[in-house]
């Protein structure tokens, strides 16, 4: 069972950042990749940043050059920095965590948390 808690959201103005948290807690051994999706109100989750437990990383094409995933293993926490914020950006955004081990692969998602661009 594992447990994943974003944070970090928030106003912010066009141009300017935030670093989104995702901490896991539970039995985050066998981890395989985390990942932030986002999601705007009648629309489908998208996804947005990818990374491996080898670190390998992976983004959307709306994310390159403006937005890095990161993971803090020690700490069983992954991060989402995001620069040169635009209004398009505006979504709840949700971490997952990808687990393998002994029951088979588990998926699991946050609750997510509210990011709004805008002046």
């Known amino acids: 069972q594992v447990q994943l808690v974003e944070s970090g959201g928030g106003l912010v103005q066009p141009g300017g950042s935030l670093r989104l948290s995702c901490a896991a807690s539970?039995?985050?051994?066998?981890?395989?990749?985390a990942d932030w999706y986002r999601q705007t109100p009648g629309s489908q989750r998208e996804l947005v940043a990818v990374?491996?437990?080898?670190?390998?990383?992976n983004y959307a094409d709306s994310a390159k050059g403006r937005f890095t995933i990161s993971r803090d293993a020690r700490n069983n926490t992954v991060h989402l920095q995001m620069n040169s914020l635009k209004p398009e950006d505006t979504a709840v955004y949700y971490c997952?965590?990808?687990?393998?081990?002994?029951?088979?692969?588990?998926?699991?998602w946050g609750q997510g948390t509210q990011v709004t661009v805008s002046s």
């Open positions: 997952g965590g990808h687990f393998g081990g002994n029951f088979g692969y588990r998926r699991y």
């Open positions: 539970g039995s985050t051994l066998d981890f395989i990749s």
């Open positions: 990374i491996t437990k080898g670190g390998d990383t």
